[in-house]
């Protein structure tokens, strides 16, 4: 295996590069003539901002670390090659294209750098604010997290999930982030569950994207159970930004393991919990049939 150090030169370039990709996507967003819709083989939207932000990630990452790119727009190597990799980049150049055709602002761009099936280095962009979070983790100290909001060109400013134990027992409102398009009867079922175990009253509120990961590792909520398809590139620069305030995403079953990249021929994810506080008694909240004690 081998490292790559994430150095602040690294991330400087990165976040750069995530916010040129930005201004691309912004070029076309605001001129609607311009969107050239088609519909890839799975009937998912395609528009002339994907391609034209693929593009250019794709020629400049590997002046910043010359690893392979598997983007969602690009060409998807064969698992027998990709199985190999320790390290490589794994890129959404326009996360959240529905939401980028219906003008709602939420859609982002999203990059990680992946090291033997983890996220350890995430950038998300917001280009319609020009908000940038980067999450970073080292891969030989666990501890060792750091994740950061820039907004509008300005430097990094620290972000964190914020506390559960105290809000449990202080009764504090329990905040859930839900899909706008892919709310199931399973996601039904687990609301119930959790206004059964938690104290407080529970809000919910709807947005797109991975910009839900970024809300929670920021602080303003705490929980996001996609209970539907997702891919690989949809989650894995929003996961390191979530891991790195303190949270954690977990596959949606009782042992609450890590999600993990690269381990199959599709890039499919499993079904999953996006989860703040990760001190907190999650299997309690999530599966138990009576109060957190």
Known sequence: MTDHPISPELIELLVDLSRR???AIMAIYNNKDSYDIEHKSDESPLTAADLAAHRLISAELPGLLPLPIISEEGELPDFADRQLWDNYWLVDPLDGTKEFIAGNGQFTVNIALVQCGR???GVVHVPTTDTTYLGVLDARDPGSLGAFKYVQGGGGEPIRVRSLI????QSAPFTVLLSHRHNTQATLDLMDTIKRNWLGDIETTNAGSSLKFCVIAEGLADFYPRLAPTSEWDTAAA???LEAAGGQVVRATPD??????NTSDDLL???FYALGDKNFSWKHLLFANELIM
């Not at 105290?166 to 027992?169: A, F, G, H, K, V």
């Not at 609450?256 to 990249?261: I, R």
Request: net charge negative.
């Open 21 to 23: 990709a930005g201004d």
């Open 119 to 121: 996220p350890l280095l």
């Open 166 to 169: 105290e809000r449990y027992q």
């Open 239 to 241: 996961q390191a930004v």
């Open 256 to 261: 609450l393991q890590s999600l993990a990249y």
């Open 269 to 271: 994810n499993p079904y």
